[in-house]
């Protein structure tokens, strides 16, 4: 008990007993797919490069986050981050903190055939890259980009790197991939690859989420349940995890289902999000967002930037509101937001 206080007063604890060690730290906003429930065929405004923070700055606040606020996960995320040049040197600055972190990537996988094994090399833990479906003609579909073979492909070097369990996550139209659920599974037992389902949330740039149209946690589980048999893991391995994980044929296969609007997980939040440009986000869904890039720029040193990400922290709310009737969607999508 005495650990946990003193993680509490350290650490960035909010106003509900929650500790954030899990930061999602996003290295650019740009991508080069065009999901069509993350953003328009003709893209976005970007952030300009002053906007955004340099490698020394990046490694600068991770460091901040791991040797005086208890973080002990970082995800490096984007858009998409394998576009940041400078990504191999930044996981490779990071391993060498003390305490070392655990560090991973989300991607969408293109171009992670080209970098795996660098990554692997620079003290990057394991990947999880953003896979909707196996079917070529519904990818390009969905990402407006016939680039299917390159994220088998970065899957598969990811894999023979060894960053492992290689995670995939997907998220299920209806009337676009909502059949493909099973195929997708099968795809990933037979690799070894770790699936999870995302129901799709409010975080397009388009607002253009539709609660009545979205594919539910229990929709997912009757598509499964046609062809697999599927029952609860032991629930006590969940902790903060995000994903309901559930054995497939009776284990020790797995497949998660990440259910954040009909079965949210707020009270077991462990996270917080660094912006591309330097924002401290408590939660995906915040109105607000709190400055460190200035402060960082005008020479604050360790404590102060440490104690401004604490007081950040102290504004999070109990839950993300989405079942509120007052619910809005944040300005920036998922794409500025990092995952």
Not at 64 to 90: D, K, N, S, W
Not at 158 to 169: C, E, Q, S, W, Y
Not at 270 to 291: M, N
């Amino acid at each position: 008990m005495t650990a946990i206080r003193e993680a509490a007063h350290n650490g960035l604890a909010d106003r509900y007993g929650r500790v954030a060690t899990d930061l999602r730290v996003s290295l650019t906003d740009r991508c080069n797919l065009r999901c069509t429930y993350c953003m328009p065929e003709e893209g976005l405004d970007w952030l300009g490069k002053p906007e955004l923070l340099t490698d020394d700055e990046v490694v600068r606040l991770v460091s901040v986050a791991v040797t005086q606020l208890g973080v002990h996960e970082i995800r490096f995320t984007g858009g998409e981050p394998l576009l940041r040049r400078g990504l191999v040197g930044i996981v490779a600055r990071t391993a060498e903190l003390a305490p070392r972190p655990e560090i991973s990537l989300t991607t969408n996988g293109i171009g992670l055939a080209r970098q795996a094994q660098a990554l692997k090399d620079a003290g990057l833990d394991r990947v999880n890259v953003s896979l909707d479906t196996v079917n070529a003609d519904t990818f390009q579909q969905l990402a407006r980009r016939d680039r299917l073979k390159d994220v088998i492909a970065g899957l598969e070097a990811a894999h023979d790197a060894g960053l492992t369990p290689v995670k995939v996550n997907a998220v299920l139209m209806r009337g676009v991939n909502d059949t493909d659920a099973p195929q997708l599974l099968e795809f990933c037992l037979a690799r070894g690859y770790e699936l999870r389902f995302i129901e799709q949330m409010p975080l397009d740039a388009q607002h253009g989420w539709d609660r009545a149209t979205m594919v539910t946690a229990d929709d997912i589980l009757g598509m499964l349940t046609d062809r697999f048999h599927l029952t609860p893991d032991d629930a006590s391995k969940r902790g903060s995890a995000p994903a309901e994980s559930f054995l497939v044929d009776g284990g020790p296969r797995t497949v998660g289902i990440i259910a954040s609007v009909t079965r949210p997980f707020c009270g077991d939040c462990d996270r917080v999000r660094l912006t591309a440009d330097g924002q401290i986000r408590d939660c995906l869904f915040a109105r607000t967002e709190s400055d460190l890039r200035s402060a960082l720029r005008s020479g604050a040193d360790d404590a102060e930037l440490a104690d401004r990400w604490r007081r950040a922290l102290l504004s999070k709310l109990p839950g993300h509101g989405i079942n509120d009737p007052s619910f809005l969607q944040p300005s920036r999508p998922m794409s500025a937001i990092g995952g």
